[in-house]
């Protein structure tokens, strides 16, 4: 079974719009730290948010918050007030016990002017 | 902090040419990470090493790919002899390894291109 799920492989958004892209997780673990990460056409991969499995609040970065279900292990990313810049790949990732990781297909965001 | 570096940022070799991809990783970092991606199959983890030792390297495509860390701050990642199919962009990521919280961090890549 896949650890990560994106089942979106593109999605379209009005500028200053909210937009939520969407991440499901498989694991038998009791802690873990989910991630997402923005990759913008020039490549580089950047760390945006990061949510515990026991963190009670969801977390929130600027614009960027996690909508972290447990009981339905979903840990979806809302994007909020769309720039043009938020244009990228995004990737939602898991750490489980080790030091492995595990990351989603991705999914590709644009913002429509 | 300058981040994790790579080196080079572009590589563009013929076939059957040696490649040696190179990776300075966050001081303090003790998790180091070699990631492929490509358009076809997305980020593959092709290695992962703890403390210097590899841990995880069932990714590796097959022998003409291995990976080194002879220390805390450098890493390596070799293909010989390389071919087409190895066109990729070939990124380095570090973390610490005190929690899950830890996130990775990743360089800027290096595109490998085999003609």
């Known amino acids: 079974a896949q650890k990560i799920t994106q089942t979106q492989p593109g999605m379209f958004v009005q500028e200053k719009e909210a937009v939520t892209l969407d991440c499901t997780y498989d694991t038998s673990d009791q802690s873990y730290g989910l ?12 760390f ?4 515990g499995s026991y963190d009670e609040q969801n977390a929130t970065e600027g614009r960027y918050s996690l909508n972290f279900q447990k009981a339905r ?9 769309s720039q043009l810049g ?25 913002v429509i002017p | 902090d300058a981040g994790v570096i790579q080196s080079p940022r572009h590589e563009v070799t013929e076939m059957g040419q040696e490649v040696t991809l190179r990776c300075k990783p966050i001081s303090g970092h003790n998790s180091l990470f070699w990631y492929r991606q490509t358009m076809m199959r997305g980020l593959e983890l092709l290695i ?41 962009v070939y990124f380095c990521a570090s973390s610490s390894n ?3 919280r830890s996130p990775l961090h990743f360089g800027n890549g290096t595109r490998l291109t085999v003609t």
């Open chain 2, 48 to 88: 992962y090493f703890n403390n210097n030792v590899p841990i995880d390297d069932s990714g590796m495509p097959e022998d003409r790919f291995s990976a080194k860390m002879p220390n805390a701050s450098f890493s390596t990642l070799k293909i010989q002899p390389s071919e087409p199919r190895d066109s990729a």
């Open chain 1, 73 to 81: 292990k979903s840990a979806n990313l809302v994007i909020s007030a």
């Open chain 1, 86 to 110: 938020d244009s990228a790949m995004y990737f939602c990732a898991m750490r489980e016990g080790g030091d492995q990781f595990y990351f989603g297909t991705g999914t590709s965001l644009t």
């Open chain 1, 35 to 46: 991630f997402w990460y923005k990759q913008p056409s020039s490549g580089e991969m950047i």
């Open chain 2, 98 to 100: 005190t929690g899950r």
């Open chain 1, 48 to 51: 945006l948010i990061y949510q």
